[in-house]
């Protein structure tokens, strides 16, 4: 049964996860170090067309929300793919990298500014971390009744103080790290894990140098 749950989860990510991490992971480093969190990681071509908090008032339901959300967070991974696709990884940078996989749950977010806050603007006023982080957004349930989903964004090693500052502020615990299982299973249930599980394998992939970033 879990072998099988496990197929059904590592097939919600989107087949090109793995070039949208590879672009994803470069484009971050070209920013060394994190100046300015309100301004990092956003490039200007990346920006969706509308915010998280003006489709979470303009929808009537959950499923309605997220998939409007999903739909936003694709808007602007599909231009980062036709931006850098034909771009030499090399041309972005040649620097070691290292980062963790976040994932931001929609449904618990508060909106009270907390996150925004104590991360300095790294995140805005719907936890979303800045857009030229995402990577994917499974959605679970029925493909008519979607109950929860994520967003799943790269956090280079330079953004994770700031990052960590933004989470700990956050009493609804809706930003968690793949790594942070415990958090996942407590607040979010068996798909956040598996989720996540499946996203620490990448991890993994990526200290061993098999993706040749």
Known sequence: MINSTLDKIHSVLTPNFIEILKITIKLCAKEPQIIDPANSYRIDKLEPQNCAFELFK?????HDYLVSLR?????SIDAKLKLF?????????????SGKFLLLSPLAVMYDDLALNYSRGFFDSSNLPPYNCWLDFPLFGEPNDYETGYLISWIPSEAEEVVVEGINACPGKSLFFSTDLEKANEYHGKEAVIVCEEL??????????EFNL
């Open 85 to 97: 696709s034909k771009m030499s990884l090399d041309d972005l940078t040649n620097r070691k990298l």
């Open 58 to 62: 303009s929808t009537n339901s959950n």
């Open 71 to 75: 739909d936003l967070v694709f808007e």
């Open 200 to 209: 620490n394998k990448y991890l993994v992939k990526l200290e061993e140098g």
